[in-house]
């Protein structure tokens, strides 16, 4: 059974967009790895058609891994080409999960921002992002560069310098001559490249602090 026919229902229920938030001013340090959040969800190996029906299988039955198989679907959905559909399962899974916090549903949000970024939506991206961070007591390091890199897409430099910077702050002897490759090994070469751009920007005027 395909996706498009047993989800199909979801586009017309759910409305994944909300009204744009506003940034927090960046912090001075972060340093929590956040390894539990900052991570692909992945229930099964594989994105063909029997991975993808074996995912499904795990929704259905209330599988205990069901939350993950469902994200996990929602980002084939979107590297397949399905951006509306991907965007049905991971709001009616942020619906289902409620608005109580937990490192899943933060993982959710974070995985569901970098569909939205790789899809062309910088700022849903960063809207999934945010949701990810805010009201945690960790400051987590992937949030400097990764809220940098949204806004340059977004066209918003000095916002982005100033994420950056605090990257800089916290980890100097990675950030300040940085080799991409090494820090930022599951990035695109093309987001790299975005990055490096921040970096210059930043070494042209580095913001202040506080």
């Given amino acids: 059974m395909r996706l498009r026919v047993v989800f199909g229902l979801v586009l017309l229920a759910l409305a994944c967009a909300a009204p744009a938030q506003q940034l927090p001013r960046p912090a001075e340090f972060y340093f929590d790895e956040d390894e539990r959040i900052a991570r692909p969800l992945v229930a099964v190996e ?27 679907l929602a980002r084939i959905a979107m590297e397949q080409g399905r951006p509306e559909l991907g965007r049905g ?9 409620g608005r109580g916090r937990s490192s899943l549903r933060d993982s959710v949000h974070w995985n569901f921002g970098w569909d939205l970024y790789r899809a062309g939506d910088a700022a849903g991206a960063l ?10 007591p960790q400051r987590p390091e992937w949030v400097p560069p990764t809220f940098a890199l949204a806004l340059w897409r977004l066209d918003r430099p000095r916002e982005a310098t100033e994420w950056y910077a605090a990257a800089v702050r916290t ?12 820090l930022l090994p599951d990035w695109s070469d093309r987001d790299r490249a975005a990055l490096a751009e921040v970096h210059a ?7 202040a602090w506080p």
Avoid at 171 to 182: A, F, H, I, T, Y
């Fill in 46 to 72: 594989g994105d063909d058609e029997a991975a993808q029906e074996q995912l499904l299988r795990m929704i259905q039955r209330n599988d205990r891994n069901r939350h993950t198989a469902q994200a996990q």
């Fill in 89 to 97: 399962l991971y709001g009616q899974l942020l619906e289902e999960m």
């Fill in 127 to 136: 809207e999934q992002w945010l949701a990810a961070y805010s009201d945690r």
């Fill in 171 to 182: 980890w100097p002897q990675r950030w300040s001559k940085p080799d991409l490759e090494v």
């Fill in 201 to 207: 920007a930043w070494v042209e005027d580095p913001p």
